[in-house]
Structures are given as C-alpha cells and as structure tokens.
C-alpha cells in the first residue's frame, strides 16, 4: 500500500519524501478507503440520491443534504474548516451585514 501512496503522490506533483509520516498515513488511509479516485463519482451519486430523497420526502421533514449522503466520506472531500477559518467566515458575513446599509462604506476600514 505504500507504494501505490508513493506512486499517487509522485503522479499528482507531490514529494512523499518530503511529506510527514502522519501526513503520508492520512493519505495512504484516504488512498485505501477508495476516496481518492472516486471523490467526482461520490458527488455525482450523493447529489443525485440527495435530489431523489428531496422528491420523496414528506413536506415537513428534513431536507437532504450531500454530507447527510455522504456520511463520513464528506469529511475526507471537504476537510472542517479550522478555528480560523470561521472566525474569518463570521468576519465577513458580519462586514456585509453591515455593507448592506447604505452610507455604511463610510465606516468600515
């Protein structure tokens, strides 16, 4: 297995010389799970099921999104974001809020 890591690694521009060993086992693990590879097929299915399911379901339940499709494969498509990241989300949505008003450019540094 890590050989076909290494090969995956080499063949996408990286250097798994270089990589930390943790690094190199998430994505040795990621490569043995079938995620790597498969990450278009898992969209294209998950979107259609979650569209279907969508169709199906009763007025008031929930709707269907591709994480609740996915399950813990959507971790390994689309990593959580950091700490920082989402105090930076916050940031901006909190900076547009406030845009929204006119005049308010004004007071925004």
Do not use: C
């Not at 390994?76 to 949505?93: A, R």
Request: proline letters at 5%; hydrophobic letters at 35%; zero cysteines.
């Amino acid at each position: 297995m890590r050989q076909q890591t290494r090969a995956y690694i080499f063949a996408h521009g990286g250097n798994p010389d270089a990589m930390g060993e943790d690094d190199f086992r998430s994505v040795m693990i990621a490569y043995a799970d079938g995620i790597i590879g498969n990450k278009a097929v898992l969209n294209a299915i998950g979107s259609l099921t979650a569209g279907v399911f969508n169709y199906l379901r009763s007025e008031k339940s929930k709707t269907y999104s591709l994480q609740d499709i996915l399950g813990t494969a959507y971790d390994y498509i689309y990593p959580p974001p950091t700490d920082e990241q989402k105090q930076h989300d916050v940031n901006e949505k909190l900076k547009m809020f406030i845009l929204s008003r006119p005049g308010a450019e004004a007071y925004i540094k």
